[in-house]
């Protein structure tokens, strides 16, 4: 993957929208940190389409005008309800190999086309040091992308970044927690229609779900700013926040009970795949007038402590000072993510890309490729030289040319490394192309699931496959057709199958795939033997 380059010291303008609330922060990024500006919370009006991008683009102009803010650059999150949010077990050694093997395991999940989706991922920091790690994976369809970054330009902004909600909120708790974060925490993130329910194991993100759960309408419309100010001693009592609020304590107490409801069930999800998980903390984000009393009623059901979200520790200022600023995690989470561009985002506007084995190894060969450079340099100039007439310039080509013609040697070293590289590639597996012939041949996800992957160049390559069946015969099934698949015009079979150890899982709730087994499959050389020599030619995968 193409290493990004480190972000520019400046201002920016981090944007988070719902239905009903416009939030906007206005920060400067620098090498020694963020300091934020102002933050301010507007209503949406209720006849305002905040999908049209004339509309909302014009709100966030209008905006940005009346409160002074001149900032042109942008970055903008994407709700948890518009995507698809995976976890993905993948083998990070050939980390170049990554957005194959993703878009490859994404195609299978996706409830639409994957040519019609935006795809990008994290990989966590220590990656490098496991052989597998927990990959978040984002896919957004081109069109909604496309919505907001017309929405961007409407506003006069221009686009630097597009996150995902949910790993912004993530990197908002993370630098709020940082002192001494708890194994597992959940953040809940309450909104007017969608609430966003967040499960964070060891600072990742590790489950993400949006709760239906409308809050009451306040009375009067929320159309007002609340503005914090970070380097003007604002305290509590200087920012007014207008918020939905239920029309009693009772309906207060009715919604924080829903939303409690909510949360379990988002847990009791997550545990289907980190069984017995306790949490140990839970922040709540929000400014619709029942985070405090979903904080109690969070420590009384689930006996677990609960807080409201205050950026105050993460941003330099006083408790009180951030103590209005509940609503902000995810925009601030959006600019604590601009600091440093080596931390592992999620950016649906520069998505991760392949960079070729080839052009890796020619980056370890400078100066010999500068050779082939000026040579190449030198014929241009030739061309354009002539057309001049400018024959004295010319005579100094030629000399250079000449000088050229000395390093014939370096040259043909150079054409040997490169075909000693081809020759190094042609003995690799391409994982890409076997996991796409792989996962092409076994039977579909209502029959059998994949739980875990791994890969090695072991004995030519191996795959293993950890998976679970519906019906006992579902793994002959794969490896019948796994050691039937050939690839071309291949005559040999490419994969040998072995089957592991079956047990019949004790079934879990509402689940079908009772059958529990590994398939050990071998990746085989299925070249045409050589007519004079006998030895199989490689193919390329």
Known sequence: MAAPARRRSRYVVALDWDPRTLRVVHAYVGKRGVKIERLLSVGIPSDLDTNDPAQMGALIQRTLAEQGIRTRYAIIDIPRDQVVLNTLSLPCAAPNELPGMVAIQMAKEMPFPIDDAVVDFAVPPDAADTPQASVVVAAIRREEL???????????????RVGLRPYAGKVAIC????????????????????TEIDVLRHGQLVFSRAASVAIPDSTEPATGLSIVRGDEGASADDTSFDVDEAASILGTEAVANTLVLEV?????????????????????????????????????????????????RSVGWTPDEGAGAAAFASSIGLVLGQVSAEQPHIDFLHPKEAVSQARKHLRSAPLVAAVVALFLIAGTVVGYELKKDDWARLAEIEE???ELEAHKRDYKK??????????????????????HDVLDNIPATTELVISEIS????????????????????????????????????????????????????????SKYKYTQDLRISVLDDAPASKKTGKTKRRRS
């Open 146 to 160: 496309d919505r907001y970054i017309e929405t961007a330009r409407v506003a006069g902004l221009r686009l630097e």
């Open 175 to 194: 630098e709020l927690l940082r002192d001494a974060l708890p194994e597992r925490v959940v953040f809940i993130d309450v909104r007017s229609v969608l």
């Open 264 to 312: 379990t069930r988002s847990i009791e999800a997550y545990r289907a795949s980190d069984p017995g998980a306790q949490i140990d903390h839970i922040v709540i984000g929000g400014d619709t007038g029942v985070e405090e009393a979903l904080v109690e009623a969070v420590q009384h059901r689930m006996k677990v402590t609960a807080e409201l979200y205050n950026p105050a």
């Open 400 to 402: 250079q040319i000449a």
């Open 414 to 435: 150079f054409v040997k490394f490169v075909d000693e590289i081809r020759d190094f590639e042609e003995k690799q597996q391409i994982w890409v192309d076997v996991l």
């Open 455 to 510: 890969m090695s160049h072991r004995e030519g390559g191996l795959v293993v496959l950890k998976t679970r069946a519906t019906a006992l015969e579902t793994a002959m099934i794969a490896k019948t057709r796994l050691e039937a698949f050939r690839r071309g015009d291949a005559k040999k079979p490419r994969f040998r199958v072995e089957i592991g150890n079956q047990s019949e899982a004790k079934a879990r709730s509402g």
